[in-house]
């Protein structure tokens, strides 16, 4: 297998959740509810984020050791131009296709508001500059932003640095559990609201999604400069961090499948809302998704050696799901699978707002061929370079 395959097939699965997640058909569709985030506050946007962190930290950082910082700087802010690139022709696709499509304005509204090629510069330079961000298409420019500015930061974690990045990612991420990000978001959205009444758009709270992004990408330089050897630090005959991975994740397990289905008391529905904004990464989200990736990344690296049968074949399985070819090919070229994914998405929703509502086999069909067209720019990044 390559040397990150298995990576590569995580960041895949997490993309063909993201699609299955993010189609949208009238009166819902059943494979929406077959997800991982029903028995957990862990969500594929989580790891697919953490993941582009640790790549990061594991490719660049490599380069950077190699190169020197200015070369590994420029690789990183280059990447990072071309991903700004994609996501900008997205959104110009979409909106191309709203103004020529019958319906389309009405059908994408929630999702796009009022913007449009002409007659919006406002709403246009809010989008270029990613104080406004349609639907779905809010990954991608996080993990930009988060871009620019890791270079510094991911030379000082090669030089030894960590827990000074650290600790600053942690005094962010506890700054917009305060929501002090308002004291700039609140007089820039103002500036930006245009006529249907929106201004700043995102789903995703800058400062706290950064702790996923630079805990991934801590990682990652660690393991590039040799500061930490992964399978010394997660060993089969020392199984106390799965162990209690697994005694967390299963504490909020009943506790997310009831306050999905409105099965809690208010009371705590209303307390697990407070300490669990999506958005905002709010604690019961940070420690459920530690959790979550420390027993996983146990039972990749340690689990095969582990004595009990049972174990290995958990290992086996996981081992063997993300090490499918399929969910490899769409990893190895993630990010602009991504962007695909949201022109699909789009393509769906409209179908179904003109012409649905469809029965459920369409929809399970029309589901499973996405997860298919979702190779299309994998295969053709891969025929371009062979």
Same mark, same amino acid.
């Given at each position: ?57 594991? /490719? ?9 910082? /200015? ?8 990447? *990072? ?46 989008? *270029? ?35 000074? /990045? ?68 997660? &060993? ?117 707002? &003109? ?10 069909? /029309? ?20």
């Amino acid at each position: 297998m390559p040397r990150y395959g298995l990576i590569d097939g995580l960041r895949g699965f997490f993309l063909v959740f993201m699609l299955i997640n993010h189609l949208v058909f009238q009166d819902g569709y059943w494979m929406s509810h077959v997800n991982h985030n029903k028995l957990a506050f862990v969500e594929d946007a989580q790891g697919f984020v953490f993941l582009s962190g640790l790549m990061i930290g594991l /490719v660049y950082g490599r380069k950077m050791l190699k190169l020197g910082y /200015v070369a590994g700087r420029r690789q990183v802010w280059r990447r *990072a131009f071309q991903l700004y690139r994609w996501a900008m022709g997205i959104v110009v696709a979409v909106l191309v296709a709203r103004a020529v499509l019958p319906g389309a304005p009405q059908a994408w509204g929630n999702w796009l508001g009022h913007t449009a090629l002409t007659g919006d510069p406002l709403r246009l330079a809010a989008i *270029a500059t990613f104080l406004f961000q349609p639907t779905v298409m809010d990954i991608l420019p996080q993990y930009v932003l988060y871009m620019l500015v890791a270079p510094p930061l991911l030379r000082w974690c090669l030089d030894g640095h960590v827990v000074p /990045v650290a600790t600053a990612s942690l005094i962010l991420w506890i700054a917009a559990q305060l929501s002090l990000q308002r004291v700039v978001t609140d007089p820039l959205g103002a500036l930006v609201t245009t006529a249907d009444g929106q201004g700043i758009r995102a789903s995703f709270n800058l400062l706290a999604w950064q702790l996923v992004f630079f805990s991934g990408m801590i990682a990652g330089a660690l393991t590039a400069s040799g500061r930490v050897d992964w399978h010394r630090l997660f &060993r089969a005959d020392h199984a106390a961090p799965a162990k209690i991975a697994l005694a967390v994740c299963l504490f909020f397990a009943p506790l997310r499948l009831f306050s999905a289905y409105g099965m809690l008391p208010q009371w705590l529905i209303d307390r697990i809302d407070t300490l669990g904004i999506r958005g905002d990464f709010g604690p019961i989200y940070l420690i459920n998704f530690a959790a979550a990736s420390i027993g996983l990344t146990w039972l990749l690296i340690a689990g095969p050696a582990h004595p009990r049968r049972a174990v290995q074949r958990a290992a086996a399985w996981a081992r063997g799901l993300f090490s499918l070819s399929y969910l490899r090919l769409l990893g190895r070229h993630s990010l602009h699978v991504y962007v695909w994914h949201v022109a699909i998405v789009y393509a769906v929703f409209y179908v179904d707002q &003109r012409h649905g509502p469809f029965t459920q086999w369409l929809k399970t069909l /029309v589901a499973l061929a996405g997860i298919v067209l979702l190779s299309l720019p994998a295969l053709w990044r891969e025929r371009r370079a062979a």
